[in-house]
Every structure is written in C-alpha cells, then in structure tokens.
C-alpha cells in the first residue's frame, strides 16, 4: 500500500533502513519517491519516437531509483532527489540502449560516414571516391573496408523509425505510415509517394556506376549478394562494401535535401 510522506518525514525511513535494516523502510522510500521516476520518464519521452513506451521507461527508471536508494549515503548532505535523478536518468538509457540491437558506437560511425559523404558531395558537386572519403576520416583503406563492413548492418531501417517533417520534429510520421494502402488511394499521398520518388531516383542516378548497379540489381532485380557478385565478377563482400557505401551516400544526400527543405 502506498504511503503518503511529508518531506521531512523521510530522514526517519532512511535511518530505519540504513541503519536498521529495516526492509518496509526500503519500500516506503521507494514508493514515496516513485514520482522522480515518472518525471524523469516524461522528460526522456519527449525527444523519443511515439513507438517507445513510456511504460517501458519507468520500468527503467525503477531499476535506477533503486540503486539509487541501495548506494545513498544521507550523511554526506546531498539531496536524494538531485541524486536520485542522475541514476534513473542513466537507468533509462541503459535500458534503450540494450533495445538497440546494433552498438551506439557502430551507429555513431555510420552517421559519421553519411555526414561525410554528404558534406564532400556538396563540396565536390559529384559523387566522392574511396580515396576522398578515406582521406577526409583520416584513415586507410584497409581502415575503410572495415569500418564499411562494421556499419553495412544499421542500413536496416524499423518500421517504426519516426520521420521528421519539419525542424521541431512536431511533424512526424512513421515509415510504416508512408507505405501506400492501394485499397484506399489517397491523391496527397500519391503526390508525396511520386515527389520521394523522384528525390530518390535522382539521388540513385548520381552514384558511381558500379554501386548504382548493385542497388539495381539488389532492390529492383530481387538478386542476393552472391549473385550480384557473380554478375559482377567481385566477392560478396565486396558487394557488401560497395552496398553500404550506396546506403550511405543515398542517407547523405537525402540528409541534406531534407535539412533544405525544413531550413526553407
């Protein structure tokens, strides 16, 4: 049953359970502070997708209050809420993260090569090349066919990924919502399905020959990697690397055209 506290009855529940052990006293300081969850939870949700359960964020954030209460030390004078809010807050990412079956660090380098790709598309007018893209990062060739390798899994995209329509990100809509219901046509969204089109076709026509050919062939042709790279004459590795790097360039540059559009 809950328990309604006053502020400054807590000092007696923490000494009860830190001193005494007193297991009820755990439970009333975690109830009486379960509201720091809640406000941590709302707070986080609001720079996440829709499809992220605020449920699921306070089961998180639960973990961390407890800590928190578990490694509290009232003696060194810091207030438990300021403390608190620190370790549900970590909690809560900790939690997201573990959702996230691709490595932050992996996703971090894969947005790292689509700003790459974009910022020297823009600055070159064309499509860079291996040695440009190695050159910028700073790194070797060999560097980059691993790294390429290494990110070739976050091309993968949800269907419950959140698109953003304009700056704020107030205006969003889910990917799975942009797939036409060719039961129920829709004229607005035919226009938007034809204009995206059309964005990305000339996006794909500005690739080098070769990755055009395997995106071709990939998503237009229904043909595997190996197959690809035996009308190649290349390793299916080698496909693989050559699809990433269209992935990224296409992400790129769509970044940027979007980025345009919400800027005006």
Known sequence: MAVSLAKNDCTEYWERYKVHKDMQARETLILEYAG?????????????????????????????????????????????????????????????????WVPYSV?????????????????????????????????????FSHLLVETSFTSCVSLDDLWSLDKDGGNSVRVIDTIKDRSVPDPVNMVMFEEQKRILTDAINKLPEREKLVIALYYYEGLTLKEIGKVLGVSESRISQMHTKAVLRLRGRLSRIKKKIIDG
């Open 36 to 100: 720091l969850v809640k406000y941590v939870a709302g707070r986080t949700a609001i720079s996440l997708p829709p499809n992220v359960a605020q449920d699921d964020l306070i089961s998180y954030g639960i973990f961390g209050l407890i800590d928190a209460i578990e490694k509290f030390e009232p003696e060194r004078n810091i207030k438990f809420e300021t403390y608190a809010i620190a370790r549900i807050r970590g909690a809560i990412w900790d939690g997201l993260r573990s959702m996230d």
């Open 107 to 143: 996703r971090q380098k894969a947005k790292e090569l689509e700003q790459t790709y974009a910022r020297l598309e823009h600055q070159l007018g064309r499509a860079a090349t291996d040695d440009e893209v190695c050159s910028s990062l700073n790194i070797s060739r060999q560097q």
